[in-house]
């Protein structure tokens, strides 16, 4: 078997990063749109009564979020009747936890 040059080893390199380049963004974009430990929370204003969804992207069975997805605020019934009867201007709002699960907590 004659010896490799130092070109052939050069290609082999190259070779081996053309593959495994896509394959790594692949898993990246996988996991960043498709991540299965999630935490889904909903939260109320304490002033309106209004209710906020967001979604923590978080490491698996851990606390640390490395993306958090926030949904539009919603009215409720409470909320609109408060707002529409002038019992509530505008203000900043505080929301506060009510509900959540996934990524191990029920």
Aim: glycine share 10%; net charge positive.
């Amino acid at each position: 078997m004659p010896p490799k040059t130092i070109q052939g080893r050069r290609d082999a390199r190259w070779g081996c990063v053309a593959w495994t380049a896509p394959l790594l963004i692949g898993v990246a974009l996988v996991s960043y749109f498709f991540w299965p430990f999630r935490f889904s929370g909903r939260s109320i204003c304490d002033t309106c009564a209004m209710t906020q969804r967001k979604q923590l992207y978080q490491l698996p069975l851990g606390f640390i979020s490395w993306r958090t997805v926030y949904q539009p605020e919603q009215h409720t019934l409470l909320s609109q009747f408060l707002t529409e009867s002038g019992a509530v201007g505008p203000h900043p709002h505080t929301w506060v936890f009510i509900q959540g699960a996934g990524n191990g907590i029920m």
